[in-house]
């Protein structure tokens, strides 16, 4: 069966800091290119960042832009969100999503990915 999964989301204070993973199981990962998105409550799912198969490219939405960091390892089938200097804003259900290429003008878009996962709760709140 192949899957997405996200791990890691909790609730931080504003100013912490949270890593997400998202791990693949049923096909590999290194062969697409992987996205990260975010649904707050009342509001559509946007886009936050993504990155190459290979990990040479990265893009980040300007609200996350200095604040947050994609990265993967092939080896463990797994893509990263580091997230730093959290805000109450960035409140959200976190979704990672796996597409079969990668270009700047498309990787925003929802229909461009064909694997989503479950998604994981983030929380930033004193």
């Known amino acids: 069966q192949l899957q997405l999964v996200e791990s890691g989301g909790g609730l931080v204070q504003p100013g912490g800091s949270l890593r997400l993973s998202c791990a693949a199981s049923g096909f590999t990962l290194g062969y697409y290119a992987i996205g990260w998105f975010r649904q707050a409550p009342g509001k559509e799912r946007e886009g936050v960042s993504c990155i190459n198969s290979g990990g040479g490219s990265t893009i980040y939405a300007d609200a996350v832009k200095g604040r947050f960091t994609i990265s993967r390892d092939n080896v463990k089938n797994t893509v990263y969100l580091q997230m730093n200097s959290l805000k109450p804003e960035d409140t959200g259900v976190y979704y990672c999503?796996?597409?079969?290429?990668?270009?700047?003008?498309?990787?925003?878009?929802?229909?461009?990915?064909?694997?989503w996962g479950q998604g994981t709760q983030v929380t930033v709140s004193s």
């Open positions: 999503a796996a597409a079969p290429g990668f270009s700047s003008k498309v990787m925003w878009r929802e229909a461009t990915y064909n694997y």
